[in-house]
């Protein structure tokens, strides 16, 4: 039940005075035969109970924005370590299988 900073009950949620309501959902992953599904639950700021299962590929398509973001992520981060290593007169990064032997 939403209720206004007066206590009394308020009609919809913006009329509260606080923008901090959240709704907490809840999900299961499972993997049966190389298959992904994600079954989320929550109940609503109505107090109403929500349950849906995500196919596969529903599934499949959020882990692959997932690892595209990170994989960005990472790219851009490697680019502003090296361009600071650069401007500081560092040796740039050899990796342990390709240092130099003297």
Partial sequence: MVRGIDGRQAKEWYESGSFEQSTTYNGVLTRLDGRWTLELQWVDLDNAGH????????????????????????????????????????????????????
Avoid at 53 to 67: D, F, M, N
Avoid at 74 to 80: F, H, T
């Fill in 51 to 102: 349950r849906i299962v995500l196919p596969h590929k529903v599934v499949e398509a959020i882990r692959s924005g997932y690892e595209r973001v990170i994989d960005q992520s990472q790219s851009e981060g490697a680019r502003k370590a090296a361009e600071t290593r650069r401007e500081a007169g560092l040796v740039p990064f050899q990796p342990k299988n390709k240092q130099l032997t003297g």
